[in-house]
């Protein structure tokens, strides 16, 4: 009988400790389980960047934030209003442009103008220019002139939106889309006929590289391809402080009695002549000036609750 007791503690002993093992093992399974969903869970947080595909964007006319627009070709715009800042939370992205937009670069999305295009941004509060690429439409919210990186505007000292004044860069902007896909093919210029000029190819002289140079084909093939985009490297211009005046604009017009028509329409504005007198006046709708942004954009909100689309923020 002891003998059979002892048997049975033995093999109750082996049962426990094979459970034991079996619980360790499943525990085991239980955690390897967690651990490889954890791992694929972080895979799928990893955020690829596109691709950059540089072409050049102009596109049709357009609705955005019950605005029209009317994007054109434009190498000597100049032009003031309200800047806005994009979310810096928003991630890498591929443009219109082809190209990819960071909030820390020297980036910034226009409306209307060609891109990409190279701008000199100005804060006018507090006088500091930068020079941005132009890669992106919008900005989406109306009544705003640009919108810039949140890089940009740390460099111009703005702190939500801002009196900006936005002037393009010609000879840059010319650089940035030559060459580039999408680009129609506008007028070419041809060379002035060159008389015949009698030459001689002589020989290098003992210990010298002769040098062909480039062949025709080859010099056509550089001038078709795109140049890398313009490195811009941040330097900031301090000028003077020039916040002006905020006011609403709508149409101009060459006669008084439909600026005045237009300016009933538009609560708190007026029809004043624009530019000097003399010959065919032209008239033009404003209100304001406006002591703040928030007071500006009512206005413009009131604007377009009439129906009326031809308005902007403008800094004079």
Do not use: K
Not at 217 to 238: D, K, N
Not at 303 to 312: D, F, I, S, T
């Amino acid at each position: 009988m002891r003998w059979a007791s002892r048997g049975a503690a033995v093999r109750e002993r082996a049962t426990g400790q094979r459970l034991a093992l079996a619980g360790s093992g499943a525990a085991c399974s239980q955690r390897g389980a967690a651990a490889l969903v954890a791992l694929l869970l972080t895979g799928c947080s990893v955020v690829q960047e596109p691709v950059p595909a540089p072409r050049y964007h102009l596109g049709e006319p357009y609705l955005l934030g019950g605005q029209w627009s009317y994007p054109r070709e434009d190498l000597a715009s100049r032009t003031s209003g309200i800047a806005e800042t994009f979310p810096e939370s928003r991630p890498p992205r591929r443009t219109l442009s082809g190209e990819i937009f960071r909030s820390g670069d020297l980036s910034a999305a226009h409306r209307t103008m060609q891109l990409p295009a190279v701008v000199a941004v100005t804060n006018l509060e507090t006088g500091r220019t930068l020079r941005l690429r132009v890669i992106e439409r919008g900005p989406e919210r109306a009544g705003r002139v640009i919108a810039v990186s949140a890089r940009a505007a740390a460099l111009l000292g703005a702190h939500g939106p801002f009196r900006a004044r936005v002037e393009v860069e010609a000879e840059a902007s010319l650089a940035a889309i030559e060459g580039l896909a999408g680009r129609p093919e506008g007028p070419r210029i041809a060379a002035a006929p060159a008389g015949r000029v009698e030459r001689e190819a002589l020989a290098p002289p003992p210990g010298a590289r002769g040098s062909a140079g480039p062949s025709p084909a080859a010099a056509r093939l550089a001038e078709a391809l795109p140049r890398p985009p313009e490195q811009l490297r941040g330097e900031v211009r301090q000028g003077p402080a020039e916040p002006g005046r905020l006011l609403l604009e709508g149409s101009t017009f060459f006669r008084r009695d439909l600026a005045l028509r237009q300016a009933a329409a538009i609560p708190g504005s007026r029809a004043e002549a624009a530019g000097p007198r003399g010959g065919q006046q032209p008239w033009r709708v404003v209100a304001g000036p406006f002591g703040s942004v928030a007071e500006a954009d009512a206005a413009l909100a009131r604007a377009m609750a009439a129906g009326l689309q031809e308005l902007r923020l403008i800094v004079e």
